[in-house]
């Protein structure tokens, strides 16, 4: 795919150029590995002698949600030990009584769960993490579960604490050992990151209180708040193990050792979950805008710049790395690039 990797490159410098992200990797591949990759503009533009490289670590944000929850999730369904379709209340004991007893971990999963539409955790709860978790599982319903499809970072928050909750672990631990080192994804993992790590890590968005760009600590307040490990963002990871992912997600003979989700999670996950509700969703990923049913192209975005597409149908997944955020919380430029990437990608 020759002209197609001079096009996306072409489409990434020029993003730039535009200021839309000092800079980005990306890489195209299949079952059978990368088949196309690269890298472009800066790390940080106040060294423009630092080039983005494909070993850059990013903030990966909302993708958590994929690496750690929804992985999370799958492995405790695969074991039997979940089932997407009984009530919370009726197995965990946390939250019984309570609105969120009623609602359902696949309902969670696709965004239909009713759930307040804002995290707003330090206002509504205060700074203790024991009180935020007990105010996140017992607060009020925005709406009836299944009633509609509404995005929010509740959701993948109550997922992590469950999947702590049936696992006996801490999530940062059961991502560890159900997913990522049996997948080989050796660098990712949940900030803060060690010094070393810390120092290829693409910087984001201007700290207020220290006057610097976030550089190895999550931007996304959230995580930060409940000391950098929770369902809604705070994983950080590089190109070469969203590959690993992405690809077992395909072929699950493709990595060193199995996880803990499989090939009936995938295919169960990349299906239309929302019942003739919109926009449609599948289990956290959700169609890819522009696309059809045919092409069956899913993806999941992050805050800070990042995002992953697979189509099972095509044999195909793609990922793109920036740290747009360094610049600009607008969405609409990266949005262009995003949809331009993807054309190219599964074209």
Partial sequence: MPYRTDRIENLLSEGVRDKVYPGAVWAVGDSGGVRATGATGVLDPDEPDVRMRPDTVFDAASLTK???????????WEDGVLDLDAPLGTFWDEVNGHPLGAVTARQLLTHTAGLPLRAQLKNLYGTDPASIRRGVLHEALNRPPGEAVEYTDRAALILGYLAEHLSGRPLDQLCETRTWRPLGMNTTRFGRLPTDLAARCAPTELDQDTGTHLKGTAHDFSARLLGGVCGIAGTFTVLEDLAVFLRYMLDHTTAPAEAGFGAEWSAHSLTVQTSGLQP????FWHPAPGTTDEQDVWVHYGFTGTGMWISPTQDRWAVLLTNKLYYTRDRQPL???????RELAFA
């Fill in 280 to 283: 449609e969703r599948g289990l």
């Fill in 66 to 76: 994929i690496l750690a929850v929804w992985a999370s999730v799958g492995a405790l």
């Fill in 335 to 341: 949005t262009d690039v995003r949809n331009a990437f």
